[in-house]
C-alpha cells in the first residue's frame, strides 16, 4: 500500500512538472523556454526536477508520449460501425470547440525545434510512427469493409492525414471567424471523399 502511494505521489508531480513545461512552452517556445523557468513554473529546484526528468528533452518525450496514448483512447472509444473519417479524426471530435485543441499548438513548436534539434526529430519521428500505425490500422480496416477506396496505400495515406490532423489546430491562429463544429464537419467530410472507394 506504501509502494503505491510513493507511485502515485511521484507520477503526481512529474504531471504537474509536464503541466508547467507545457506552459512555458507555449509562451516561450520551446527553445525558448528554459529548465529554470519550467522549474519556477513548477515551484520547485532543477535538482527536484533532474530527480523526475534528466534533460529539456525527455520532458517533451514524456509529452509526446502522453499525446499518442490519449489518441489510443480517442480511437478505441468510437461505437462499432462508426465511419472510417470520423475515427481518423477522432481526436478532432472528442473535441468540444477551437479552446479544447489549445494543446495541440506545442506541436508547431516541435515542428520547428526538429528541424534544429536532432534528438527532438527523432522523438517526433517516432510519435508520429505510432500515430502513422494506429491511423493505418483503421484505413485497412476500412479497406476489409468497402468503405475505403482499396488502391490508396495505407502506410502513405496515413501520413498525408497526420499533415491534415496536424494542421486542424492553426485554424482559428489565421481566420477569427471559423466556426468549431463547421470546421470539423468539412474536415471530415474532405477525409471522407478523400477515401471513399470509385464508382
Not at 38 to 63: D, N, Q, R, T, W
Request: aromatic residues 6%; charged residues 25%; hydrophobic residues 45%.
Amino acid at each position: 500500500m506504501a509502494r503505491k502511494l510513493v507511485h502515485e505521489q511521484h507520477e503526481g508531480k512529474r504531471q504537474e512538472i509536464l503541466a508547467a513545461a507545457h506552459r512555458c512552452f507555449l509562451r516561450h517556445g520551446l527553445q525558448g523556454a528554459s529548465i529554470s523557468m519550467i522549474c519556477k513554473e513548477a515551484g520547485i529546484s532543477p535538482g527536484h526536477l533532474y530527480h523526475y526528468f534528466p534533460s529539456k528533452e525527455a520532458i517533451v518525450e514524456e509529452m509526446a508520449n502522453d499525446y499518442l496514448a490519449q489518441l489510443h483512447g480517442h480511437f478505441n472509444g468510437h461505437e462499432e460501425g462508426a465511419s472510417t473519417a470520423t475515427v481518423l479524426l477522432s481526436e478532432l471530435w472528442s473535441m468540444k470547440g477551437w479552446d479544447a485543441l489549445s494543446h495541440c499548438r506545442i506541436l508547431f513548436e516541435l515542428l520547428a525545434e526538429a528541424g534544429r534539434n536532432e534528438k527532438i526529430h527523432a522523438i517526433l519521428m517516432d510519435n508520429t510512427d505510432g500515430i502513422r500505425a494506429l491511423l493505418a490500422k483503421t484505413l485497412k480496416a476500412g479497406q476489409a469493409r468497402g468503405e475505403v477506396d482499396p488502391d490508396l496505400d495505407p502506410g502513405h495515406t496515413s501520413a498525408v492525414l497526420v499533415a491534415i490532423l496536424d494542421a486542424a489546430p492553426m485554424l482559428p491562429l489565421m481566420a477569427s471567424d471559423i466556426d468549431f463544429e463547421e470546421s470539423r464537419k468539412l474536415i471530415t467530410t474532405m477525409v471522407a471523399r478523400f477515401l471513399q472507394p470509385p464508382k
